[in-house]
């Protein structure tokens, strides 16, 4: 099986004598990749759909609060966006830097939207409690 991976393809020999395709993906090294992007979709997903018991599921099995899934999306941003508090709170308490180099700036740059849109001010503040040092331009 040929797989893309980045810029480039990879050639996956996947006989392992079985005749399970399942099982020798999951045995394979590259599986690591599949298995972030796989999990930061289902966490943006979970985010998206507001279900909380999802989210601290996904975050308690080790989902990565900072990786963006495969379009761009940070989880976050994403929480702040659809107006989500006690996600965006949750994500903070598991590791999600306010300080991205990416997902930081721009997460601020939403919570100020969102306090000028909605005249919700918390997640400036929240980013402000977990340690943001993202200026909060007006």
Not at 15 to 26: C, E, H, K, P, V
Not at 31 to 47: E, P, R, T
Not at 107 to 123: H, I, N, P, Y
Request: proline share 4%; glycine share 10%.
């Amino acid at each position: 099986i040929d797989v893309l991976f980045g810029a480039g393809t990879t050639r996956l020999e996947l006989d392992d004598g079985s005749g399970n395709l399942t099982q020798a993906l999951i045995g394979s090294t590259d599986n690591c990749n599949v298995k972030k992007a796989q999990a930061a979709a289902g966490l943006i997903k979970a985010i998206t759909d507001g279900d909380v018991i999802k989210v601290s599921k996904l975050l308690s099995q080790g989902a990565d609060p900072n990786e963006p899934d495969r379009y761009g999306a940070y989880p976050l941003i994403t929480a702040i966006y659809d107006g989500n508090y006690e996600i965006a709170k949750m994500l903070l308490e598991a590791g999600a830097d306010p300080n991205h180099p990416i997902a930081g700036k721009r997460a601020m740059s939403q919570a100020v939207g969102e306090l000028k849109m909605r005249k919700d001010g918390r997640f400036v503040d929240l980013l402000i409690e977990y340690g943001s040092t993202q200026p909060q331009v007006w």
